[in-house]
Nanobody, 114 residues
Framework: QVQLVESGGGLVQAGGSLRLSCAASESIFSFNVMGWYRQPPGKQRELVAT???????NYDDSVKGRFTISRDNAKNTVYLQMNSLKAESTAIYYC????????WGQGTQVTGSS
């Protein structure tokens, strides 16, 4: 059973930065796509960024230029560098990995304060 463990969340002032990590229990080469999603309070889960096995990235327009997704194949870890955070960045951030099915982590809380 694939396990994804997120870490790095916390409380950050507006304009600050955080780096989230998603550690996989197996080689991330086994996943076609990995990504970060978030669920703000009272809202549905939404896409933040994805990265393919070939390193092609995709971002939601709301985070372009501020967030960067990357992967370290040797550590089986995907990262989300978040800069210029806003209060509306507050959400639970989830890691997702896709093989023939999708796997989700348990989420990590990010709280942006104004």
């Amino acid at each position: 059973q694939v396990q994804l463990v997120e870490s790095g969340g916390g409380l950050v002032q507006a304009g600050g930065s955080l780096r989230l990590s998603c550690a996989a229990s197996e080689s991330i080469f086994s996943f076609n796509v990995m990504g970060w999603y978030r669920q703000p309070p009272g809202k549905q889960r939404e896409l933040v960024a994805t990265i393919t096995i070939g390193g092609v990235t995709n971002y939601d327009d709301s985070v372009k230029g501020r967030f960067t997704i990357s992967r370290d194949n040797a550590k089986n870890t995907v990262y989300l560098q978040m800069n210029s955070l806003k209060a509306e960045s507050t959400a639970i951030y989830y890691c997702k990995a896709r093989q023939c099915r999708a796997y989700w982590g348990q989420g990590t809380q990010v709280t942006g304060s104004s």
